[in-house]
């Protein structure tokens, strides 16, 4: 009988602590399949955040290396530098990544840092309580914005993979989502795109993952899934917005 179907090598056996209806897991997988595939488990090393993500460690079968909040990308920086040759990515949500960790990514990407990042916005801060996030949508409800996000208190949510695509350095940008078959296998391509594009050397890559959150969102597993799929990628558009090094508009 021939196997269709199994655990990539890249991921452990131990199993996911994250929250039911969470996608985290299924970004992991994608992740570890795209390292099998390139066969780079040996070369590959990973820099985890802080937030739901913080026990990547003990679910990526590669070397992990944890970073303070939101310091992933400098971390990387210094990794890729003193290691030229291994292949190096961040995992970061949005919490970590577009809030105290902003520095990092911009000029990271500024620099053209020969690093990857994996992006998770699920529009919250997951870990911590519920908090809004700077990619919450006007309007929603948070344990900090109980009356729904307000641009003329909060400002607006942030559109990260448009800002670092307008930066020279940033060689691959793209936004995906998970929360649907077709949706899933575009953003496994997309990843092993970012992955390439660092192995030839092109420059700071980032794929943005647009994910869900039920237990903070207050949600089914299917209704949150429906939820992305209506409110987030109307204000979060997928496709790829740079290749290469160059802008390009694919949805």
């Known amino acids: 009988m021939s196997i269709i179907f199994e655990r990539p090598r890249s991921l452990t056996d131990k199993p996911f602590h ?14 570890a399949e795209v390292i099998d595939e390139l066969d780079i488990q040996a070369n590959t090393i990973g820099v985890e955040p802080v937030g739901c993500a913080v026990s990547a460690h003990d679910y990526f079968d590669i070397d ?19 290691w030229p040759d291994r292949v190096v990515f961040t995992y970061q949500g949005d919490g970590d990544l577009a809030s105290i960790g902003m520095t990092e990514i911009v000029h990271a990407a500024a620099r053209g840092e020969r690093i990857t990042t994996i992006f998770i916005n699920n529009a919250i801060f997951g870990m911590t309580g519920g908090q809004m996030a700077p990619t919450s949508l006007l309007g929603q409800v948070t344990t900090t914005s109980p009356y729904g996000r307000d641009a003329g208190s909060a400002g607006y949510p942030i559109r990260v993979s448009e800002l670092l695509a307008t930066l020279q350095g940033a060689a691959y940008v793209a936004r995906v989502s998970v929360h649907d078959v077709k ?11 970012a992955f390439t594009t660092q192995m030839e050397g092109k420059g700071f890559s980032i794929v943005e993952v647009l994910s869900t959150c039920p237990i903070n969102w207050g949600m089914t597993p299917a209704d949150s899934l429906k939820w992305l799929q209506d409110n987030m990628i109307p204000y979060y558009p997928l496709g790829e917005l740079k290749v290469d090094g160059e802008e390009v508009i694919s949805r």
Do not use: D, M
């Open 64 to 82: 992990v290396q944890e970073a303070a909040h939101g310091r992933a990308p400098a971390v990387a920086t210094g990794i890729k530098r003193v």
């Open 18 to 31: 994250y929250c039911p209806g969470c996608t985290h897991g299924l970004v992991h997988r994608l992740v």
């Open 183 to 193: 949706n899933i296998a575009k953003a496994k391509r997309s990843i092993k795109k």
